[in-house]
């Protein structure tokens, strides 16, 4: 069974202010997204699910159609503050999004085997495509479930200057994933990067260290995790701007031991899209790529 791609575009840009999921930031007018869909089409994959929201459909289904479509099957799935479950209501005041972690249980129900869960608003390449296709393959079937996930090099993900937030890969001996550290402000540094803890404690981090970008490969299993987590996450009476994170529920199935994820170091060039300022930057970066041959300048001609 080929494996699906899954693309998490339900954001609403509220930083970027706009639909940054759509921004032709690439050469020939391509969007982030079309990138990951290509090099999907490229590894073996023959369907891409996209996570949307109902308001911005007809613009996001102008764009695939005109592209992307053409080589996959593209099927959209809907992201609603009201989908919940059963038993439970939507809080009145809500206007937030409910998280990346209801996002993929909004594709579940279009997902039949392995598959791949991205962002919309980054660029991952290639290599780090394939090779999540490649384990998925080898894998199908273990018990526990293996899953895994792209780490980029600390070095590849910031910039050159001022602090952002990333998620440390704290691995064990065998290259698989114990958690995720959070960190809210890391700034390069000479030859390194520094951060301080919620102590105020100052660390150095090596610029090789692996980060998450959020590249997943999954098993159909994670939708139980999903569905066992989020209602817990209800249930607990959540702020009215709490989300619920697709890797928290990564992170509770591996201390329960009900999933290993290994993580791979495959990551290679990697670019994305918080706020207007990175645009310049991500341009750069896919011009940089295009030039070089490793896209055609129009993707889906």
């Known amino acids: 069974m080929k494996p699906t791609l899954v693309i998490l575009a339900a954001g609403v840009g509220s930083r970027y202010g706009g639909l940054k999921q759509l921004d032709p930031v690439g050469p020939g007018d391509a969007a982030l997204m079309d990138y990951t869909m290509y090099d999907a089409v490229q590894s073996g994959f023959g369907r891409v699910v996209l996570v949307i929201r109902r308001e911005t459909e007809a613009e996001i289904r102008t764009h695939i159609e005109g592209g992307a479509a053409r080589s996959l099957e593209v099927v959209y799935a809907h992201q609603e503050l009201d989908m919940l479950p059963g038993g439970i209501a939507t809080p009145a005041e809500r206007a937030k999004p409910w998280g990346t972690g ?99 404690m100052a660390h150095v981090q090596p610029l090789e260290s692996l980060v998450s970008m959020n590249l997943w490969g999954f098993t159909p299993e994670l939708t139980t995790e999903l569905e066992t987590g989020f209602r817990t996450f209800l249930e607990a009476g959540p702020g009215l701007k709490d989300e619920y994170y697709l890797p928290v529920a990564v992170g509770e199935a591996v201390a329960g031991k009900r999933a290993v994820v290994q993580v791979l170091d495959e990551g290679g060039s990697w670019c994305g899209m918080t706020s207007p300022a990175d645009r310049d930057t991500t341009a750069r970066v896919l011009r940089e790529l295009v030039d070089a041959g490793e896209y055609p300048e129009h993707l889906w001609e």
């Open 102 to 200: 209801h996002a993929m249980l909004m594709a579940a129900p279009f997902v039949e085997g392995p598959f791949i869960a991205a962002n919309a608003d980054d660029f991952y390449g290639r290599r780090a495509v394939a090779a999540l296709a490649g384990f998925l393959a080898e894998t199908a079937g273990d018990q526990p479930p293996h899953w895994a996930m792209v780490g980029y090099r600390l070095a590849d993900t910031l910039p050159a200057s001022g602090a952002v937030s990333r998620a440390l890969c704290v691995q064990d001996a065998h290259g698989r994933l114990v958690r995720l550290q959070e960190i809210l402000a890391i700034e390069r540094k000479g030859g390194s990067a520094r951060w301080r803890g919620a102590d105020g």
